[in-house]
């Protein structure tokens, strides 16, 4: 069992800033991948930004610039610093994980509960 924690969305001026916060608890081996997807009403789950266990990273085309993704192994958080908010980047932002509870079991998906962000003026 692995929780993740949400935190810091809310309402933005478009050109504004706002930062997220993720925590994992629980049974925790290790986390390969933190990050951070979101989904805007009718539109299907998007990865935003995401990190690896070793410092590589992956972002949308769209956050590319503007977006910066960070992580602490040791206290299994992650930080997604957004800057430059556009009202396209109006979404439920979901903090995701690919964890395993021990050294011999399998990877699987976590998903914390969503954070709304709304970029509007």
């Known amino acids: 069992q692995v929780q993740l924690m949400e935190s810091g969305g809310g309402l933005v001026q478009p050109g504004g800033s706002l930062r997220l916060s993720c925590a994992a608890s629980g049974s925790i081996f290790s986390i390969s991948t933190m990050g951070w997807y979101r989904q805007a009403p009718g539109k299907e789950r998007e990865l935003v930004a995401a990190?690896?266990?070793?410092?590589?990273?992956n972002y949308a085309m769209s956050v590319k610039g503007r977006f910066t993704i960070s992580r602490d192994n040791a206290r299994n958080t992650a930080v997604l610093q957004m800057n430059s908010l556009k009202p396209e980047d109006t979404a439920v932002y979901f903090c995701?994980?690919?964890?395993?509870?021990?050294?011999?079991?399998?990877?699987?998906?976590?998903w914390g509960q969503g954070t709304q962000l709304t970029v509007s003026s």
């Open positions: 990190m690896t266990s070793r410092g590589t990273t």
């Open positions: 995701h994980a690919a964890a395993r509870t021990s050294w011999g079991d399998y990877e699987y998906d976590y």
